[in-house]
């Protein structure tokens, strides 16, 4: 490392105009496999855990009952697919990537059209108790669901809602962080536009419809990936109001498939179900990598 | 952000009354209904206690709050939780800031390496957690396995440590690709000139970093610093559930987690709500240090 970078200090500072990640501090040789090496020992951090639950998931149980399991995938890929997605333990997985689907879904879709609409609202109208709204909608920014977990369970075995897709979807998009958003950008887009609109006399939801929402497509895009994987990944929420197996979230349901007892877990199977656990989200984030970073950064600020 | 919601606002706007009233209905109900009302009700049953039978609420005050905070097992769930988060963040952040340093020194393949580490942020926490637990199992886990090779005799079921460890690595795993994606962002926006400048002044790459880059990277920190605490303390109950269910005992009994135990599984309304509003004003204060903290980073 060190001799790179005396090597790096001798060459002259001359810098092409634009080339700006280019340079002197660039790394050559011995430093760059170092360099490489380190990735790689990250990745293969990273990597190793998902790697063995795809071996699992394409070997047989006596395989796995006798450590230690091979670390090359098997032979019995279809037969542990099939079984999980066909019988699974409690209920076939099919079943339960069915439900994780709606849900997620419901609550990307759910949130981002009341949110749309009510920072519609307030963006572009003048109306009473405007500004009580928008700090009730700044309280909710800031409270989990797992913080009141009880009394809002209570309120949806109230509404009769248990083991129901409203009951899945509707707690979890109570809150205003998409809004806040959408304000947020709502508040760029050009006075001119809106202008124009009522000249030519558009009415509100004509303007909303034909001009914001196409303006709109990347933030709500971008807002959807997050939302999706939010969704997608939910556990304690469905793990309270999803009693009967046929109505359980994947990613809650691995858990549900472990023994009770001192039986030994149908390892195949579990792993086959954590992989299909797996594999929607990461095709959303893999596939909609810019959006996804773009809505990251944003939500976060 | 601004301070104040309202301090922007649109000079052209539309007239009527109905239309806006309307539109912002279906998130009033929603949010009246689902968060307003049980978050009430949260506080409100956090003064009381049911008698035995469950027919009628007996206002205490504050009481459920002193029998809280003297409980020994509350406090050590504090206790827990503040180890937890600590050790959360510093595995997460120093993995992710350590991945993002070696790819913001290549100028190519940054990329790939990117595209390779994002995608882990999608592995649900309980996912994670069953990944986890089938690598140090006891009976069947490859870790666990060699690991008694060498002579080592891991069983997170037995021992508070190891099972802490466990949860640990489980919860910043995932949380790996998340940091490094803003650790890279915020180490690609610095710069080159300037660490040119020190390279000329020949600064060694760990001067350099310590010197010039660590500083300079510090918004990006402070703001990971609280969204990885926030994560560590409400996010992880799924990493927490699936391996070890707060045990042996109550060594991995974060304060989520004891919300959820003592509220469901062992009933008690009163304690349950009065812990959930213990962590609301801790979550509140760091909302509010997250704002204060970002207000800052943008004007840095």
């Known amino acids: 490392m060190t001799g790179r970078d005396a090597l790096a200090a001798e060459t002259p500072p001359v810098k092409a105009p634009g080339a700006d990640h280019d340079g002197m501090v660039e790394r050559r040789g011995a430093g760059l496999w170092l360099t490489h090496l380190g990735l790689i020992v990250g990745l293969l951090f990273i990597f190793f855990p998902i790697w063995l639950a795809f071996v699992a998931s394409t070997i047989s149980q006596p395989e796995i009952a006798r450590p230690p399991m091979p670390l090359l995938p098997g032979d019995q890929f279809i037969e542990n697919y099939t079984r999980a997605l066909t019988s699974g333990i409690n209920a076939p997985v099919a079943l339960m990537l069915g439900n994780s689907l709606v849900m997620a879904l419901g609550i990307a879709f759910g949130k981002i059209a009341i949110s749309l609409l009510s920072a519609f609202a307030i963006v572009y109208f003048r109306f009473p108790g405007r500004q009580l709204f928008f700090w009730l909608i700044f309280l909710t920014l800031m409270l989990p669901v797992e913080v009141r977990i009880v009394p809002t369970y209570e309120v949806v075995a109230g509404f009769g809602m248990l083991n129901s897709y409203s009951g899945l979807i509707f707690p979890l998009i109570a809150s205003a962080t998409a809004t806040f958003l959408f304000r947020q950008f709502f508040m760029t887009v050009p006075d001119e536009l809106a202008e124009a609109a009522r000249v030519d006399g558009a009415r509100p939801m004509r303007f909303f419809f034909d001009i914001l929402l196409p303006m709109s497509r990347t933030n709500i895009a971008a807002l959807f990936v997050i939302l999706f994987i939010y969704g997608w990944n939910q556990y304690l929420w469905p793990l309270l109001i999803t009693t009967d197996p046929s109505m359980n979230t994947i990613v809650m349901g691995i858990k549900q498939m472990f023994p009770s007892g001192d039986d030994i877990a149908d390892w195949p199977v579990i792993m086959a179900t954590s992989i299909l656990a797996m594999i929607p989200p990461v095709i959303v984030v893999v596939g909609m990598q810019r959006l996804f970073i773009r809505g990251l950064v944003e939500s976060e600020k | ?300």
Do not use: C
């Open chain 2, 1 to 300: 952000m601004t301070g104040t919601p309202a301090a922007m606002d649109k000079r052209v706007t539309f007239k009527g009354l109905w239309l806006p009233l309307l539109l912002v209905l279906p998130q009033i109900v929603i949010t009246a209904v689902f968060f307003f009302y049980p978050a009430g009700q949260a506080i409100w049953q956090s003064l009381y206690i049911p008698d035995p039978f469950g027919l009628s609420m007996k206002f205490v005050g504050l009481g459920n709050f002193e029998y809280l905070l003297g409980d020994p097992y509350y406090r050590a769930s504090f206790l827990t939780t503040a180890v937890f988060s600590v050790l959360v963040t510093v595995v997460s952040m120093g993995v992710a800031l350590w991945l993002a340093v070696l790819a913001d020194r290549l100028i190519k393949g940054s990329g790939t390496y990117r595209t390779l580490l994002i995608w882990p942020y999608a592995v649900a926490p309980a996912v994670a957690g069953v990944l986890w637990l089938f690598m140090f199992n006891t009976r069947v886990g490859v870790v666990t396995w060699y690991l008694g090779v060498l002579g080592y005799d891991w069983n997170h079921v037995l021992n508070d440590n190891e099972a802490m460890g466990l949860v640990v690595i489980a919860s910043a795993w995932g949380r790996i690709s998340y940091n490094f994606l803003f650790f890279l962002a915020g180490l690609q926006s610095i710069p080159r000139s300037v660490i040119e400048a020190a390279a000329i002044d020949g600064a060694r790459f760990w001067t350099r970093f310590r010197t010039i880059v660590f500083p300079l990277l510090s918004p990006t920190t402070f703001f990971l610093l609280v969204v990885n605490v926030v994560y560590a303390f409400f996010e992880t109950f799924g990493v927490i559930h699936t391996i070890t269910s707060g045990g042996p005992q109550q060594a991995t009994t974060i304060l989520v987690y004891k919300v959820y135990a003592d509220g469901f599984v062992g009933q008690d309304l009163g304690s349950s709500a009065a812990q959930s509003v213990i962590l609301l004003a801790i979550v509140s204060v760091l909302t509010i240090i997250q704002f204060r903290f970002v207000e800052r980073r943008v004007h840095y």
